[in-house]
């Protein structure tokens, strides 16, 4: 960072200086928050994939229990898991846009988002 000063101008300057001791920290030290964030973004595509009409969520049904029950268990990190998330995303993708949008693309964005974090975690174990 940056070095504390020894010594101060008098002149007519005002300056304030404020100095924190923080550490950037690795995604190492992270891998917790990473899974919480994980667990945060299946609880979302689940939610988002709830609310789709019943003709959008017929064929995702059971790929949203799926997720659903590795959710409560909060096993993130094992295949079956993944395999889960990546069938509702193509599912999700088989989908008509004009069926509810953003529900849609909310659903597919948290999807996305979980199986980056899995695979992050996964590759940092």
Known sequence: ?????TT????????MVLFLDQQLHGDYERIEDILADAARYT??????????????L????SWS??????CEKRRFLNDDYRHAAQSALRELARLD???APGLIDSAMRNLRDVLEA??????LL
């Open 43 to 56: 609880r979302a595509a689940s939610e988002a994939i709830a609310q789709l009409p019943y003709e959008a």
């Open 1 to 5: 960072m940056f070095p504390t000063p």
């Open 65 to 70: 229990r799926d997720l659903g029950r590795h």
């Open 97 to 99: 846009p004009e069926l």
């Open 8 to 15: 101060f101008p008098t002149a007519n300057t005002h300056r």
């Open 58 to 61: 017929k064929p995702l049904q």
């Open 118 to 123: 899995s695979h992050r975690v996964t590759d």
